[in-house]
């Protein structure tokens, strides 16, 4: 259910405050810590930020998707490590249990997240599983009243401090595809599970990944999400997760690509102003789209249109924030002005995003364009 609007107004207003003047100050301590401040941490919980998604009735802000795509937008205007600190318990470790878990699991799992007690993880990808993820292997075969599984999962956010895992394990060893999938939640403390070293990224620092491996872990079949009823309807409910988490990374981008745009340039101010409108133009479509496709997500969902809408949203406000950086390196290389400005730091940041989900192939073949193209005018 969305917020009066006067409340939601005061949240905005309070994460912008926290962004400007608790969290951007801390950036470079962050990328050079490789970790985000405990106190910040906790900050962060007293403000509400992990259950923003999460209903009210189990704890969290209860904000709709829109309103959510709102304070991601925010987000965006700080280094992603701190909204990953928050991201997956608002969205993928925590969203599986929202659509379609049973009562009992949502009233168990979802206040601790809201909370921000427990720290969640989504283990999808696997090594030789990324894009194409209705392919896994991870099994989960029947014992008793377990499922015993096993394999590994790659790049899983947070999975270094994760106290609980959503995992996706193929229940019916017949299937090739997502249709014998179920999704299983999994504490961390149970036997057999391991974690893989961090992985190291280009960018992102703050943000942790690395390989969940589990070996013949024992789960009731009472974890998987929905109960035996959602026995084999674990990539649906993936894909569904997913789905809401793309508008929120869009939402993310387009706020790195706000924070870019607002950077002033000095000299050439023609270049600039032609390029800042051009920028303009794309950023106030892509916006357009983060802030306001939520608003049709239940009514979309519910009609069943194609996921694909949201995975064109999400290339779309990931095409703002990848060319935003290129073209503002070029115009200060020119101006002569390039130390000090943290270009660099923002787009390193936000290439995991893109890895993680889409290749835009246009996309690459803009970044010579522009770099070419722009010292001849
Ligand atoms: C920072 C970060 C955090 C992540 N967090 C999580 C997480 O929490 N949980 C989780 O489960 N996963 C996570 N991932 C993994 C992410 O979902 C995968 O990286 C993604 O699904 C792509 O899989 P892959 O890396 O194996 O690439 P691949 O699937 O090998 O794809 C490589 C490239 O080939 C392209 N490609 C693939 N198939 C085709 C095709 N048929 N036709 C044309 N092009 C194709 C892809 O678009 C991509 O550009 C994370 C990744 C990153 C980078």
């Known amino acids: 259910m969305a917020l009066d609007p006067e409340t939601l107004e005061q949240l905005l207003e309070t994460v912008q405050r926290f962004v400007a003047e ?3 100050p801390l950036e470079d301590r962050v990328a050079e810590e490789d970790a985000v401040p405990l106190d910040v941490v906790e900050e962060m919980r007293n403000l509400g930020l992990f259950g923003l998604s999460v209903p009210e009735a189990y704890g969290g802000l209860g904000l709709s998707m829109a309103e959510e795509a709102q304070v991601a937008f925010l987000l965006g205007g700080t280094s992603p490590a701190f909204r990953s600190i928050i991201g997956t318990n608002n969205g993928i470790g925590s969203q599986g249990i929202v659509m379609d878990g049973t009562e009992e699991q949502k009233r168990y799992w979802l206040p601790r997240l809201a909370s921000g007690e427990i720290v969640s993880a989504f283990c999808l990808t696997e090594p030789e599983a990324g894009s194409d993820a209705g392919s896994l292997h991870t099994s989960a075969r029947r014992e008793g009243d377990d499922y015993i599984i096993r394999g590994t999962k790659r790049f899983i956010t947070n999975g270094p401090h994760a106290e609980l895992f959503t ?12 249709r014998g999938v179920s999704a299983f939640l999994v504490e961390a403390d149970r036997p057999g599970i391991s974690r893989g070293r961090r992985d190291r990224k280009m960018g992102q620092q703050g943000t942790h990944t690395c390989d969940v491996i589990f070996d013949d872990v024992p789960v009731p079949a009472a974890n998987i999400i929905g109960g035996e009823a ?54 106030d479509s892509a916006g357009m789209m983060a802030l306001t496709v939520p608003i049709f997500f239940p009514i979309v969902t519910a009609l069943g249109v194609d996921p694909l809408w949201f995975g064109i949203l999400v290339v779309r406000a990931m095409e703002v924030a990848m060319i935003t950086p290129p073209i503002g390196i070029t115009v200060y ?36 364009a522009i770099v070419l193209f722009l010292p001849n005018l």
């Open 230 to 283: 959602k026995l084999g309807h674990g990539f649906k409910t993936a894909m569904k997760v997913l789905d809401r988490g793309r508008l929120h990374i869009s939402a993310v981008c387009v706020g790195v690509a706000e924070r870019l745009i607002a950077i002033p340039a000095i000299g050439v101010v023609i270049v600039v102003m032609i390029i800042y409108f051009f920028l303009g133009m794309v950023l």
């Open 22 to 24: 608790r969290l951007m």
């Open 333 to 368: 290389v020119m101006s002569g002005i390039a130390p000090d400005i943290p270009l660099q730091k923002i787009f390193k940041g936000i290439v995991p995003f893109v890895i993680a989900d889409i290749f835009h192939i246009a996309l690459l073949m803009l970044f010579p």
């Open 167 to 178: 995992v996706f394990a193929r229940t019916d060893p017949q299937s090739k595809d997502g």
